[in-house]
C-alpha cells in the first residue's frame, strides 16, 4: 500500500504538499458539476474556492472530506494517497477538520465538551487540549456554559475551536461566516484566519463572497460551471482577469465596444492599444469605476487628449450616491447612451444632468474577445 500510495512526480528533497487534488471530477446524472478540478495547498496557507452558488464548491470540499465520491481523480496528503476511485480512506482517517455553515453545536453538551468531543486519550490530557482551545479563541470563561447561552459569533469561535482541537492537517471550511451577523463578520474573519494561521493547517475554505476571499485568501481559485477558471493570489485576480465575467466578480466592471484594426480599437475614449488581436476582431474593453478620471465641462469641452489618458468623453450625471469611502457616480454617456460607473474617493455628489468630461486609464483597461 505505501509504494502504490506514494505520489511518484514528486522529487525525493522537496516535501510533498500537504493538500493536492489531482483532475477530481464529479457526475450527477451525466452533468460534471466538478469538473477536471487541482489544487495544491502548503501547510499554513489558506485557499479560497470561490464562485457562484452552484458551480460546484461544495461538492469539490465533501468529496475531499470523504463524505462524497469523485468519478475521476486522485487526493493526495503529504504525498500519499488517500483516494482515488479504487482507493479510499475513510473521512475519519484523513486529518482533516471540518467546518460548515451549519456548524451546530451540540446543544446538550457544554462548551468543554463541545470542544473536547472528538479527542481521544486521557481524561487531564483531554481538559487541557480543551482549556488551551478556548484559550486561543478567548473563550476560556465560557467553558461551563450551554450554547444557547452564546451569540452567534461566540458559538463560531467554539465551534473553531471543535474543528481545531484534533490537530486536523487540512481544514475544510465552507462559508463559515455566512450566518452571521454582517457587522461582527470581518473581526471573525480575522481572528479565525490567525488561529487558522498558527495551527499551521492547510485551509480549503469556500465562498461566494469576493471580499471574504480577498480578505482571508493566500490563494484564490476562481470556480465556474465546476472548473477552475482562474488560480492566484488575489493581487493577481484582481489586476489580471483572465475574461470579463472573472473582471466583473470582484468589483462593477465598465465596458466600452470595439474593433481591433492594426493592433488598435478606436472608441469613444481614443484608440486603445489591442496587440495580438487579429483585425475585425470584436473586442470589449472593461475597466473598474475607479479608474475613470472626471473633469469639468469648460463651454461644452473637456481636457485636452493625453497619450495616458486618450481622449475624453462627454457624459450627463444621472445619478451620484454617496457610499462612505467613496461616492459612486453613474453617467449616461453621450456617444451611444450607455451608463459608465465612476468611483471617486470621499465625497462628490454632482447634481443630476451636470455634464462631465470621462478619461479611462489605459494602464488599468482588460480587453477580451467579445462574448457572443
Ligand atoms: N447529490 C446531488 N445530486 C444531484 N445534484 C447535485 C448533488 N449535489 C450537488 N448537486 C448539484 O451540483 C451543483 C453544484 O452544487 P454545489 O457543489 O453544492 O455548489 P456550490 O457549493 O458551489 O453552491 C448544483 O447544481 C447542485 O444542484
Ligand atoms: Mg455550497
Not at 103 to 116: E, K, T
Not at 319 to 345: H, I, N, Q, T, Y
Amino acid at each position: 500500500m505505501e509504494l502504490i500510495g506514494n505520489r511518484l512526480s514528486q522529487p525525493a528533497n522537496i516535501p510533498a504538499p500537504r493538500l493536492e487534488v489531482q483532475h477530481l471530477t464529479r457526475r450527477f446524472g451525466g452533468r460534471a458539476v466538478v469538473d477536471d478540478v487541482s489544487l495544491t495547498i502548503e501547510p499554513g496557507q489558506v485557499t479560497c474556492l470561490l464562485g457562484q452558488s452552484g458551480c460546484g464548491k461544495s461538492t469539490t470540499l465533501r468529496i475531499i472530506a470523504g463524505v462524497d465520491m469523485q468519478d475521476e481523480g486522485k487526493i493526495f496528503v503529504d504525498g500519499k494517497l488517500i483516494c482515488d476511485t479504487l482507493y479510499r480512506v475513510p473521512p475519519e482517517g484523513r486529518s482533516i477538520g471540518l467546518m460548515f455553515q451549519d456548524f451546530a453545536l451540540f446543544p446538550h453538551l457544554s462548551v468543554a465538551d463541545n470542544v473536547g468531543f472528538g479527542l481521544k486519550g486521557a481524561r487531564g490530557d483531554k481538559r487541557a487540549r480543551v482549556g488551551e482551545l478556548l484559550e486561543r479563541v478567548a473563550m476560556s470563561r465560557y467553558i461551563d456554559m450551554y450554547p444557547h447561552e452564546l451569540s452567534g459569533g461566540e458559538q463560531q469561535r467554539v465551534a473553531l475551536a471543535r474543528a481545531l482541537a484534533p490537530k486536523p492537517r487540512i481544514m475544510l471550511m465552507d462559508e463559515p461566516f455566512s450566518g452571521l451577523d454582517e457587522r461582527l463578520r470581518d473581526g471573525i474573519r480575522d481572528e479565525t484566519l490567525s488561529l487558522l494561521k498558527e495551527a499551521g493547517a492547510a485551509v480549503l475554505l469556500v465562498t461566494h463572497e469576493p471580499h471574504e476571499a480577498m480578505r482571508m485568501a493566500d490563494q484564490i481559485a476562481l470556480m465556474r460551471g465546476g472548473r477552475i477558471v482562474q488560480m492566484g493570489a488575489p493581487y493577481n485576480l484582481y489586476n489580471a482577469p483572465v475574461d470579463r465575467a472573472a473582471a466583473g466578480f470582484f468589483s462593477d466592471v465598465n465596458v466600452i465596444g470595439g474593433r481591433v484594426q492594426g493592433a488598435l480599437t478606436d472608441t469613444p475614449f481614443g484608440a486603445f492599444l489591442t496587440p495580438g488581436l487579429p483585425d475585425g476582431t470584436q473586442v470589449d474593453i472593461i475597466f473598474r469605476p475607479q479608474h475613470l478620471k472626471i473633469d469639468f465641462d469648460r463651454n461644452g469641452r473637456g481636457p485636452n487628449p493625453t497619450p495616458q489618458d486618450g481622449t475624453p468623453a462627454r457624459g450627463v450625471v444621472e445619478r451620484a450616491r454617496f457610499l462612505g469611502r467613496e461616492s459612486l457616480v453613474e453617467f449616461r454617456m453621450d456617444f451611444d447612451g450607455r451608463v459608465l460607473k465612476a468611483s471617486v474617493p470621499n465625497v462628490f455628489l454632482p447634481r443630476p444632468g451636470t455634464p462631465l468630461w470621462l478619461t479611462v486609464r489605459r494602464d488599468r483597461c482588460f480587453v477580451f474577445p467579445a462574448q457572443g
